[in-house]
């Protein structure tokens, strides 16, 4: 049985993982205690039907304390399970607009009686052996529901022809770098389709931009050398063992030269026989 064990902050996403991870196979238990998840193991083992794939939501419902979370990974430990645990993280301000925007309150604020600022405080020390424990992390704090399910779908398909699930996202440096990128590439150095009048408003989507930015010499070397760096270093990533891998290209917006880039960079990591999740954060911004 795989297990995945869905954990984050409240209001960072967890629901649409959920539904997302439903939606592509897997048997899906939100919010059980801490305390029964070992239990959930022999449960599935003595089980007539064997379930193939099971994600399990947890967070801070589940557990009063760090240590109750950690006592249960402990148990999984021991019966020597296989599972790993997918951390949907945010920032503090977009937690709290979002619980603004819905007029909704934290779990803990209403248990507990806290600010929101508190109640976040204390949900990341009560989540933090999972945090730590975490073979994804994936900060949504710039991402739509559709893009949370998007991300989530590409790191979970069964399809993946990899074991290491790699994600080639583009981006507006003026909107601050994705913090879940394990690599950053800067592509401001490129001419920049913006100022031209008839590909403004257009996107790296459409092929008058890729036109343009690709008729530079300098586009042509650029491209080159980091398909020449992927080559050599996507591989040792595989080999060293990781389980997710983050590219991240960016340009001032994030519409033209870096959307560009993406897709290029993730046609060419398909020829090395790799299935690239492509995402444009900021495509759909406006100006």
Sequence with gaps: MELLIVTGLSGAGKSVAMHALEDIGYFCIDNIPAGLLPRLMDFAKQSETMLQKVAVGLDSRSARSSRELAQALSE????????????????????????????????????????TTEALSRERQILRPLYE???????????????????????????????????????????????????????????????VPALKEKTGLDQEVVDYVMASEASQKLLAKL????????PLYVKEGKSQLTIAIGCTGGKHRSITFARLLADYCETLGYAPAVQHRDANRLN
């Design 227 to 234: 398909e020449e760096l992927l080559a050599l270093t996507l």
């Design 76 to 115: 999984l430990d021991r019966q020597q399970a296989a599972f790993q645990v997918l951390f949907l993280d945010a920032s503090d301000e977009v937690l709290q607009r979002r619980y603004k925007e819905t007029r909704r309150r934290h779990p803990i604020s209403i248990t507990d009686g806290l600010s």
């Design 133 to 195: 424990r975490a073979d994804y992390i994936l900060d949504t704090s710039l991402l739509s529901p559709a893009q949370n399910k998007q991300r989530i779908c590409g790191l979970f398909l069964e399809n993946r022809r990899q074991s290491m699930a790699l994600t080639v996202l583009s981006f507006g440096f003026k909107y601050g770098p994705p913090k879940e990128a394990d690599i950053v590439w800067d592509v401001r150095c490129l001419p920049n389709p913006y100022y």
